[in-house]
């Protein structure tokens, strides 16, 4: 009896010993037949991050329009036909979108920089208007830089309504507090590697991202950001704005404080020297041979004022005529 007990227990111990050397042999069976595993997990967990959603997913073309005040260049985009005088705007977007005959807006989202906190009701009114006919308008509440964080705007009273040089005041000068956002960052972010669809409407150049930049002397630390980055050659395809330079004479000498988290300060002298910025770094694009990016260096300023229906009136109208 005592020996049938003895003859069991070895049985088992026999077993347990077999299922443990081939527990071993089957790690290093895997070892040696997938290596770094943990490194293969590591980048499946980074391409997941990849591919979280960004804001432009789903957006056939993209219109940056940085520096918006009250959003006349979305209005020359979505319903062009309103504004007959807007030709350097509307010539821009036929070039580098398409034909407005058949162009279709849902096709098109839009994403508006603009920091100046009096236009905010009328760019979230557009929101609304675009939003009703299933057109994509996201209006961003803040300005842009070459680094994230906040910065002062002033107020100064007059037709230019606002600056970021408290030396430029004039009339008045109330300080306005706005997030800024590194907009090569952004872009980065919400825009390069998005969801392309399937287009409704007929493009010649296939999907597009573009640009209208005013920004009032930002232009100065956000231009060569985007250039240096890569942002303005990899992701924008064309870019339309203005480098303010001698009609602005009275802005110089311009000096950005704390150039680029840095410490250092950057300065402009003078509009003659702006000149030869703008210049330079054109030049650098165009001697790029891997850089395809249009610069028009023309803003459209034809209405400076609205007073035009929002897409829904201007169909209740034409089915009343």
């Given at each position: 009896?005592?020996?049938?007990?003895?003859?069991?227990?070895?049985?088992?111990?026999?077993?347990?010993?077999?299922?443990?050397?081939?527990?071993?042999?089957?790690?290093?069976?895997?070892?040696?037949?997938?290596?770094?595993?943990?490194?293969?997990?590591?980048?499946?967990?980074?391409?997941?991050?990849?591919?979280?959603?960004?804001?432009?997913?789903?957006?056939?073309?993209?219109?940056?329009?940085?520096?918006?005040?009250?959003?006349?260049?979305?209005?020359?985009?979505?319903?062009?036909?309103?504004?007959?005088?807007?030709?350097?705007?509307?010539h821009f977007f036929r070039t580098h979108i398409g034909p407005?005959?058949?162009?279709?807006?849902?096709?098109?989202?839009?994403?508006?920089?603009?920091?100046?906190?009096?236009?905010?009701?009328?760019?979230?009114?557009?929101?609304?208007?675009?939003?009703?006919?299933?057109?994509?308008?996201?209006?961003?509440?803040?300005?842009?830089?070459?680094?994230?964080?906040?910065?002062?705007?002033?107020?100064?009273?007059?037709?230019?309504?606002?600056?970021?040089?408290?030396?430029?005041?004039?009339?008045?000068?109330?300080?306005?507090?706005?997030?800024?956002?590194?907009?090569?960052?952004?872009?980065?972010?919400?825009?390069?590697?998005?969801?392309?669809?399937?287009?409704?409407?007929?493009?010649?150049?296939?999907?597009?991202?573009?640009?209208?930049?005013?920004?009032?002397?930002?232009?100065?630390?956000?231009?060569?950001?985007?250039?240096?980055?890569?942002?303005?050659?990899?992701?924008?395809?064309?870019?339309?704005?203005?480098?303010?330079?001698?009609?602005?004479?009275?802005?110089?000498?311009?000096?950005?404080?704390?150039?680029?988290?840095?410490?250092?300060n950057f300065t402009v002298q003078s509009w003659e020297e702006?000149?030869?910025?703008?210049?330079?770094?054109?030049?650098?694009?165009?001697?790029?041979?891997?850089?395809?990016?249009?610069?028009?260096?023309?803003?459209?300023?034809?209405?400076?004022?609205?007073?035009?229906?929002?897409?829904?009136?201007?169909?209740?109208?034409?089915?009343?005529?």
């Amino acid at each position: 009896m005592h020996r049938q007990c003895r003859l069991r227990r070895g049985v088992v111990c026999y077993v347990i010993s077999l299922l443990y050397c081939l527990g071993v042999l089957f790690q290093k069976y895997l070892s040696s037949s997938f290596p770094d595993t943990s490194t293969k997990l590591r980048s499946i967990s980074a391409t997941l991050h990849s591919q979280e959603s960004k804001l432009a997913d789903g957006c056939y073309h993209v219109f940056l329009d940085v520096g918006s005040n009250i959003g006349m260049h979305v209005r020359f985009l979505f319903q062009p036909t309103l504004y007959p005088d807007a030709k350097v705007a509307r010539h821009f977007f036929r070039t580098h979108i398409g034909p407005e005959e058949s162009r279709i807006n849902s096709d098109i989202c839009v994403f508006s920089f603009e920091p100046n906190p009096s236009h905010l009701e009328r760019h979230e009114e557009m929101r609304r208007a675009y939003d009703s006919m299933g057109w994509r308008y996201h209006p961003i509440h803040g300005g842009v830089s070459d680094k994230d964080g906040n910065l002062t705007f002033y107020h100064i009273g007059d037709e230019t309504g606002f600056t970021m040089l408290n030396s430029s005041c004039r009339k008045r000068c109330d300080p306005e507090y706005v997030p800024i956002y590194h907009l090569s960052s952004w872009i980065e972010r919400e825009v390069r590697g998005r969801e392309i669809p399937e287009p409704s409407g007929q493009y010649p150049y296939g999907p597009r991202v573009v640009m209208k930049m005013d920004i009032e002397m930002m232009e100065w630390i956000v231009f060569p950001d985007l250039l240096y980055s890569g942002a303005l050659c990899k992701d924008i395809h064309a870019v339309m704005g203005e480098f303010h330079l001698r009609s602005h004479w009275f802005f110089y000498p311009i000096t950005f404080d704390d150039y680029k988290g840095t410490g250092k300060n950057f300065t402009v002298q003078s509009w003659e020297e702006g000149v030869k910025l703008r210049d330079e770094w054109i030049g650098i694009m165009e001697k790029n041979p891997n850089c395809t990016t249009q610069l028009s260096m023309q803003d459209d300023e034809s209405h400076r004022n609205d007073g035009m229906p929002w897409p829904r009136q201007q169909m209740n109208m034409s089915l009343e005529i």
